[in-house]
């Protein structure tokens, strides 16, 4: 399972999302992204098998993720994607504790 945020979300001005102003519904559907699946490795990448996602659409796809392993740092790095009109590639940073 994945669970991506912007910084900087604000909260809705009312407990109930559906009666939110749409403008405020807009962002945070906009500034958030969930999903999750099983997964396959396979090499330097990992393939997501999306089971259930914020966005629907991307229900029942498999989205690539590269792989970087150095020591007790594990990247996780997407391919260019489309977002706000521009292509723009994500990383996830997991970083081992001793």
């Given at each position: 399972?994945?669970?991506?945020s ?10 109930d ?6 403008e405020?519904?807009a962002q945070?559907f ?9 997964y ?12 259930v ?9 498999d ?8 020591g ?21 940073v ?5």
């Open positions: 399972m994945v669970i991506i912007d910084d900087g979300r604000k909260p809705l001005s009312v407990a999302k559906l009666t939110a102003p749409v405020e519904r945070a906009s500034t958030f992204l969930a999903y999750g699946g099983t396959t490795v396979a090499g330097e990448k990992v393939i997501h098998h999306v089971e996602s914020s966005l629907q659409n991307w229900v029942g796809t989205p690539v993720r590269f792989v970087n392993l150095q007790d740092r594990l990247v996780l790095k997407s391919p260019p994607l489309p977002r706000g009109g521009a292509l723009q590639s994500f990383e996830v997991w970083e081992r504790l001793r």
